[in-house]
């Protein structure tokens, strides 16, 4: 079992930053892959940026490339998402989450094997 608790979130202008961190427990640290996903009224649940548990190959989806950027740090076992340039359609509430298997390698959008959920924490972006 991991255990995830979100942070950071909170009311920005546009073109403001926010930092968002999670924080995990109840697996060896360095072990999980770890994903952001978001969602906003109205819409599904949508892949925002991962990371491996090493540190690498971190992907973003397309929509918040070179404004976000996602790290890790094993020692603390948190995984953070830097937020940059914030757009009005950036408002969500957003959801840190690691994959059931360890040393999971696939597809970060692949939302179905990541089985462990922050309670979310909302971002709003206003005009």
């Known amino acids: 079992q991991v255990q995830l608790v979100e942070s950071g979130g909170g009311m920005v202008q546009a073109g403001g930053s926010l930092r968002l961190s999670c924080a995990a427990s109840?697996?060896?640290?360095?072990?999980?892959?770890m994903a952001w996903f978001r969602h906003a009224p109205v819409q599904e649940r949508d892949f925002v940026a991962g990371?491996?548990?090493?540190?690498?190959?971190?992907g973003y989806a397309d929509s918040v490339k070179g404004r976000f950027t996602i790290s890790r740090d094993n020692a603390e076992n948190t995984v953070n998402l830097q937020m940059n340039s914030l757009k009005p359609e950036d408002t969500a509430v957003y959801y840190c989450?690691?994959?059931?298997?360890?040393?999971?390698?696939?597809?970060?959008?692949?939302?179905?094997?990541?089985?462990?959920w922050g309670q979310g924490t909302q971002v709003t972006v206003s005009s």
């Open positions: 989450t690691a994959a059931r298997r360890m040393y999971y390698s696939g597809p970060y959008t692949r939302d179905q094997e990541f089985a462990y």
């Open positions: 109840g697996r060896t640290p360095g072990s999980n892959t």
């Open positions: 990371i491996r548990w090493s540190g690498g190959s971190p």
